[in-house]
């Protein structure tokens, strides 16, 4: 048993709640930490962000694998981890297409939303990308696995940091106020990871039956926001190679927790 699996149950016990709970808690405050990061760097170049943002990727492409599609396979087979891989895909496509959001690469995309301030709408957009990553963590937890839950919360948390600065960096130079205000926005997108991880534990205690679904579920969300999201904002702005690299070392930092602490 490691360190933090031990941690873990002196904090939380064997309550999948409590264990969420603090995997909740967790990557959302490296998110913050990630966020508040633009107070002291604070005109991170490009080049370093969609390097950033390839290594969140490559650590989300992994983790979609090695922590939930294959432990949902091994729990409840095949076709359960599809139906919920694709079910997963069509609720960010559904969320991406009529909840009115901001991309500050992209613009505006969903209905109309002229009426809405442009905050709300980045916001929007950044808690559709956490939504899949919350909801992993929660289900991790869920599962009863802590050996597939740790390093899924480790890897989360880890690629949260690069994130939350991208989001803070994206908000200030959005014209969205100060320094501080710009990583105020970057946490409160965040915070949508602690009641989701909360609903991914909830949702496959009280229904067993659900695990390989949610995981599948969680997965293809994630793939979703990896597809239409990170790589078309990392390869939009000439710096492609540098945000495949980013991405390598994503997967190789997923595999090596995943192996060391599963």
Excluded: C
């Excluded at 895909?89 to 991309?103: M, Q, S």
């Amino acid at each position: 048993m490691s360190w933090l699996e031990q941690m873990i149950l002196t904090l939380g016990g064997t309550n999948p709640i409590l264990q969420g709970l603090i995997g909740g808690l967790f990557i959302a405050f490296l998110n913050g930490i990630g966020a508040l990061l633009v107070v002291i760097w604070q005109k991170p170049s490009q080049q370093f962000l969609d390097s950033a943002l390839g290594f969140a990727a490559g650590v989300m492409l992994a983790a979609s694998f090695t922590s939930l599609i294959l432990p949902g396979v091994e729990y409840g087979g095949i076709f359960p981890v599809l139906a919920g891989m694709v079910l997963g895909a069509v609720v960010l496509e559904l969320g991406d297409r009529f909840i009115p959001h901001l991309h500050p690469g992209r613009g505006r995309e969903g209905p109309e939303s002229s009426r809405i301030r442009a905050v709300w709408l980045f916001i929007l957009a950044i808690t559709l990308h956490n939504m899949p990553e919350g909801l992993a963590v929660g289900v991790g937890f869920g599962s009863g696995n802590l050996s597939d839950a740790i390093p899924l919360m480790l890897a989360i948390g880890i690629q949260n940091i690069p994130e939350g600065l991208a989001v803070a960096v994206a908000a200030l130079n959005a014209g969205m106020g100060t320094y501080f205000y710009a990583g105020f926005v970057g946490i409160r997108a965040g915070l949508v990871e602690i009641p989701l991880t909360l609903f991914g534990v909830w949702a496959v205690s009280v229904a067993r039956p659900l695990l390989p679904y949610a995981m599948g579920f969680a997965a293809g969300a994630m793939l979703y926001v990896i597809s239409d999201e990170i790589i078309p904002e990392t390869h939009g702005t000439g710096h492609e190679k540098l945000a495949t690299m980013g991405t390598m070392v994503g997967v190789i930092v997923m595999l090596y927790l995943d192996v060391t602490l599963g």
